[in-house]
């Protein structure tokens, strides 16, 4: 039977995908053996074969060149000295296997595991240190961990940060896209445009301190609202129309209001309304003028991504953290988060993680603030941002096993 046994493959830790097969057949092999009373006396870490395959065989003789040196966490002791129970001998196993040497029969110190373990695993093991699990309980354990991904891949990663991503991105594409739609509109159907203009400087215009200036302020906008657009409020095809909707609701059913409560107002009604509608009206429309060549539609795509991923992904995910240590995308995708040792990475870690993680896009408008001085073009500078953002994501998708946020906060992906 070509292979090697165990203690030729100790020079190195190593890795889970092929340590859970070893343990799952060796695991299956003394649970068969204890039901039909054929248990080797002798359960040692030189009687194990491990084949050309990648599968073990446990023998009932110490395997031919095996001259076994192991060390504990204190001090060193005969490595082929027999188990007392099968369940001692399936964690040193993996404890030697994980470890990269001989595990010796007393070591109790299984956080010494340099290699991130899933969670279930790491509790399995930690169960057979302890006795709580049979052998029998063992091998179906196992058995179901050989089922799925041995770790977290660079595709299910990808995968997760997409997941994360979409919905703040589909609603900036789609805030950009209404923007530059607006932005046509108002070209299009400027009588409209002017219409929506005029309703959304009433309610600000009647913020004066004095009441009876708000009155006659508000006397003056629906005179010249009822003069100036009666026309176009009446026509229901205008205001139930695709742009028409881009009018607030409450502010439709204002002008409605406004043309049935005023008559036909006279010609030096109308010219007195306009000297103070008309001064307030040009000095709103050449703001929107201004924010409009100054922001564009690809910034304002920009700012709805930002807010989005703070309400839905930043803030939802430090909550989460604390709470339950995982968010939901990661638990849908299958993935938890372990320390060095394979324990579970603590809720304040996890929460320092996830800053981390979300510290690119929260750190967007203090890198605008530093970089729009100097560039003086929003457009320009935004698109630095996204380039450093973006390459910055990529580089630690790229990153083999885990990312920048995982490095810095001490984290591992593991399946869950």
Request: aromatic fraction near 8%; include cysteine; charge should be neutral.
């Amino acid at each position: 039977m070509s292979g090697e046994p165990l203690p030729k493959l100790l020079g190195e830790p190593q890795p889970w995908n092929a340590v859970r097969y070893w343990l799952m057949d060796l695991s299956y092999e003394i649970s068969i053996a204890e039901q039909d009373g054929t248990l080797p006396k002798a359960l040692s870490l030189d009687r194990i074969w491990v084949t050309a395959d990648g599968r073990a065989k446990l023998l009932d003789f110490p395997a031919p060149g095996t001259s076994l040196t192991s060390g504990s966490c204190d001090s060193p002791s005969n490595g082929g000295e027999s188990f007392q129970t099968p369940q001692q001998f399936l964690f040193h196993v993996a404890a030697s296997a994980l470890h990269g040497r001989v595990s010796d029969k007393k070591e109790t110190c299984p956080d010494e595991t340099t290699l991130p373990l899933p969670g279930k695993a790491r509790m399995l093991i930690d169960r057979l240190a302890t006795g709580q699990a049979t052998s029998t309980e063992a091998a179906a354990e196992f058995q179901k961990m050989t089922r799925g991904k041995p770790s977290v891949t660079r595709l299910r990663r990808v995968a997760m940060v997409v997941a994360i991503a979409f919905f703040p991105m589909l609603v900036a594409v789609f805030s950009a896209i209404a923007w530059l739609l607006i932005n046509q509109w108002n070209e299009q159907y400027p009588e409209m445009a002017k219409l929506r203009n005029c309703l959304m400087t009433m309610d600000a215009a009647l913020d004066h301190d004095d009441d009876n200036v708000n009155q006659e302020r508000r006397r003056a906008f629906e005179i010249y609202i009822a003069g100036t657009f009666r026309e176009t409020i009446e026509v229901k095809q205008s205001l139930n129309s695709f742009y028409g909707q881009t009018i607030p609701l409450p502010q439709r059913a204002k002008a409605r209001r406004i043309i049935a409560d005023y008559a036909e107002p006279s010609e030096q009604e109308l010219r007195d309304a306009a000297v103070i509608v008309e001064p307030i009206l040009d000095d709103f429309e050449t703001s929107m003028r201004d924010m409009s060549r100054r922001f564009p539609p690809f910034a304002a795509g920009l700012l709805q991504f930002v807010v989005f991923w703070v309400m839905f992904v930043a803030v939802p995910g430090l909550i989460a953290a604390i709470a339950f240590r995982r968010g939901l995308m990661m638990r849908l995708y299958g993935v938890d988060y372990v320390i060095r040792n394979g324990r579970p990475a603590s809720r304040l870690r996890m929460f320092w993680r996830s800053i981390l993680f979300n510290s690119p896009v929260l750190l967007g408008p203090v890198l605008l603030a530093f970089i729009f001085p100097l560039v003086q073009d929003l457009t320009l500078s935004l698109l630095l941002i996204v380039c450093l953002v973006m390459g910055l994501t990529l580089l630690s998708l790229m990153l083999p096993k885990r990312g920048v946020a995982d490095r810095l906060s001490g984290t591992n992906p593991v399946p869950s």
